[in-house]
């Protein structure tokens, strides 16, 4: 009976009268989704599946990723199936009858790793005393040869499931069958199955290929449509839209990588080490990877919006990167013709009032294109 929550309410639900964008989530666990939902999220935009294999099962993963044979790879990916099943069966049943977007699986791989230093210093510590480390030492070698510089550029998103046979394989079977069983229970899933870091079609072709068998074969005569689609997050993607856009049915931008590729600043370094500078000159006003940067990064999402529609009418068009809650960068997103876009669910709200209010000032300016 709060009238102040009753004036709010009222402002988004006109809000929500005007808008055209839709406004979905990034959600990674049904309780998030549940709540999501509660702030008026018409679906998942983004879900982080690498959120999921942290904690317990990250030690599955780094087996998976170190397995020396086939055997043990195969007994990481049989023990973390039915776990990821049951993740997005929960998180289907939050989103009934709304899409759901999974992201296979995108972690810097330094996050699955062992520490290089800290097994460098276990080995040598146990030759000191002469103790024999036979395993320590493999797997060292092991963590040395996955050893990378730069993570963030390196083993990661698609490039992970096209080196490790079977990762995105058992993710996918985990999605149709999460989504066959909702439906046997007279739900409605609506899974869409996004591939990170892709930079060329190829990449998109082969994870695509696996992929349709796998569904195929799962989801039979159940009435379940699985979208296959693709994060646009390296420049190289945006530039070549029209040729991804063949084998995908939906983008959605994901504007963190992409700020970071375009301007070349690290995602996690920048900050402390110069941006105040930027801030000094005027180079921008706020960080760009708070609000997007229209005329850089901008531009990339433009290009790909335009080359992906007209290479694939009806291609489905949208945002999760932190720019999807930024009420500057949603108005921009409408004014470019996404379709939607995805924040975290605090941010929903922000966005339904934003979408509106910048549907309600194109409409204005006559100059809504769509
Ligand atoms: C992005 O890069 O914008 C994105 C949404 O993916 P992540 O932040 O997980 O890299
Ligand atoms: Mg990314």
């Not at 009435?223 to 084998?247: K, W």
Request: proline share 5%.
């Amino acid at each position: 009976n709060d009238p102040l929550v009753a004036a709010v309410h009222r402002i988004i639900t006109h809000a929500d009268d005007q808008r055209r964008l839709k406004v979905r989530t990034n959600a990674d666990t049904g309780l998030d989704a549940a709540r999501a939902r509660r702030f008026g999220a018409q679906g998942i935009g983004l879900c982080r599946t690498e959120h999921m294999f942290l904690g317990d099962r990250r030690e599955l993963v780094e087996r998976l990723i170190l397995a020396r044979s086939e055997a043990e790879r195969n007994e990481a990916l049989a023990a973390l199936q039915p776990l990821q099943r049951a993740d997005f069966l929960d998180i289907f049943r939050e989103m009934n009858g709304l899409p759901v977007t999974i992201r296979l699986i995108d972690p810097p791989l330094h996050e699955f790793l062992p520490s290089l230093e800290e097994l460098a210093v276990k080995v040598a510590v146990a030759h000191e005393h002469g103790q024999s480390v036979e395993h320590d030492e493999q797997l060292l070698a092991a963590v040395r040869r996955m050893h990378e510089q730069n993570p963030m550029l390196g083993l990661r998103g698609v490039r992970l499931g096209l080196v490790i046979p079977g990762l995105f394989a058992m993710q996918v079977r985990a999605i149709a069958e999460a989504a066959v069983a909702l439906a046997a229970e007279g739900g409605k899933p609506r899974p869409e199955i996004m591939v990170p870091l892709v930079g060329a079609v190829q990449e998109l072709e082969t994870v695509r290929a696996e992929a349709e068998k796998i569904i195929d074969a799962i989801v039979g005569d159940s009435g379940v449509e699985v979208l296959i689609g693709t994060m646009i997050e390296v420049p190289r993607a945006a530039l070549t839209a029209g040729q991804i856009a063949e084998a995908a049915e939906f983008f959605s931008f994901g504007t963190n990588d992409l700020t970071q590729m375009a301007w070349g600043f690290s995602r996690d370094d920048v900050e402390g080490a110069f941006f105040w500078r930027y801030l000094e000159l005027g180079i921008f006003g706020i960080s760009p990877f708070e609000s997007i940067d229209a005329d850089g990064v901008g531009r990339l999402v433009r290009i790909a919006t335009e080359e992906g529609r007209a290479a694939r009418p009806g291609l489905k068009l949208g945002v999760c990167g932190e720019h999807g809650g930024d009420p500057d960068s949603v108005h921009f997103f409408h004014e470019v013709g996404l379709d939607y876009v995805s924040c975290s669910p605090f941010r929903v709200p922000i966005a339904r009032i934003e979408a509106g209010r910048a549907a309600v000032a194109s409409t204005a300016a006559g100059s809504d294109h769509r």
